[in-house]
């Protein structure tokens, strides 16, 4: 495999782009070196690089494509309504046609309001708790990696650069699964605390009613309970995280599936907070997620697209039993490799990851970039092990066989050491103080 067309390109794109992407889990820094993968097009679960080498994704656009790249219906519906104009003066019918269509399936939720990224909405969320208590904490799950790129989340992680520290300082945490770290935040911080935000599951499942109980917990004191859904939406179930545990939330947010990769977010909620953000009620007004691109017509054309496909197919069920037989193929090869402790696929089957562990059972970057490097070399592109409604078993039987060829390089890489495989640097994380 060559990436000769790709190589050419990488210095310019560090030289005019910061971090040489628009979002830092796509950058160099996440990949093997002198691999750069620069996509030219993508179909299905497959995408072409520059020099015409073809992988298997099993990233889809950071989780966003859930239906497949160039998805035929999502496609034409979006090119449809671009003929027709794309942003105007005033609303377009459309915005209440995609907000009708989100609610039918969203069962809890009283109102919507759309935007561009997931972080929008996960801020627009606090804005609104803000507003609605008077306070100015957030209490986010600890174990949780990911809420938003705005200063109240980015403010906790280790690149923190250009965020004031009283900003960080409004931001505290709880465990998930771990009802006795919230009890101790609400008595720490007693009629302090704005709203509790999480994702409903990440690996585990919730234990003993967490969710309820966190909820519960979080009313008594005074606090707005918000599930952050921009993953598990459109994944566990058509009406979300939130649907298959039985529970309402106060807000919860959506974004990534919801437009099989246009860009569309969507904060939804119970009218008591969301209507802060309207023009009828006689509290402060809350300026709540209003941008030029908003509403961009296509996306919510493309976003419509999803939801009825979604209705009308099995997509979830695809998504989990795809998901299984991937996860249960890799660690049959990994136990019968003796590998298990080291490389392993955890987490829900919709929506997994692998463990590279080294010779000391640490998780580790070095053999991270083992993983990817000979996957890679073999037509998987594999950050993480997230499967669409394209990946066929013909895919997911490929994926098990090279994923099996590239255990046993790793299987000599814990023998012999390391530095004897990995071609370039290792990869880092993408939270980190320094370069
Ligand atoms: C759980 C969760 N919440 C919020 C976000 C922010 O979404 P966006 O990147 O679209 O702003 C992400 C992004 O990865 C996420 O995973």
Sequence with gaps: MKFTNSLSLQKRFHEIIPGGSHTYAKGDDQYPENMPVYIDRGKGCHIWDLDDNR?????????????????????QAAARQMKKGNNYVRPAKIELECAEEFLSIIGGAEMVKFSKDGSDATSGAVKLARAYTGRELIAICADHPFFS??????????????????????????????????????????????????????????RDNFLH??????????????????ITGFRWHLGGAQ????????????????????????LAGKKEFMNLGGLYHDKERVFLMSTTHGAENHALAAAIATMQF???????????????????????????????????????????????????????????????????????IMPSSIVSYSHSDKDINYTIEMIAETLVIYKKALDEGIDKFIEGRPIKPVYRKYN
């Design 310 to 380: 979604y209705k009308k197919n099995p997509v979830i069920e695809h998504l989990s039993e795809q998901g299984r037989k991937l996860k249960e193929g890799v660690n049959k090869v990994s136990e019968e490799l003796k590998l298990k402790d080291y490389v392993s696929i955890i987490g829900p089957d919709c929506c997994s990851v692998y463990t590279t562990r080294d010779e000391k059972n640490q998780p580790s970057q070095p053999f991270r970039t083992l993983f990817l490097q000979e996957t890679m070399k073999r037509g998987l």
């Design 243 to 266: 649907k298959k545990y039985n529970i309402v939330p106060d807000m919860s947010t959506f974004g990534k599936a919801l437009g099989n990769g246009f860009a569309i977010s969507a």
């Design 55 to 75: 992988f298997i994704e099993y990233g889809m656009g950071l989780r966003s494509v859930t239906l497949g790249h160039a998805f035929k219906p999502v496609n």
């Design 149 to 206: 790129v705005d200063d109240w989340f980015i403010g906790t992680t280790p690149v923190a650069g250009g965020i004031p520290d009283n900003i960080k300082q409004l931001t505290v945490k709880f465990h998930f699964n771990d009802i006795a770290s919230v009890t101790e935040m609400f008595e720490k911080y007693p009629g302090k605390i704005a709203c509790v935000m999480l994702e409903a599951e990440k690996n585990d499942p919730p």
């Design 213 to 230: 109980e966190l909820m519960r917990i979080s009313h008594e004191n005074g606090a707005v309970f918000i599930l952050d859904e921009m």
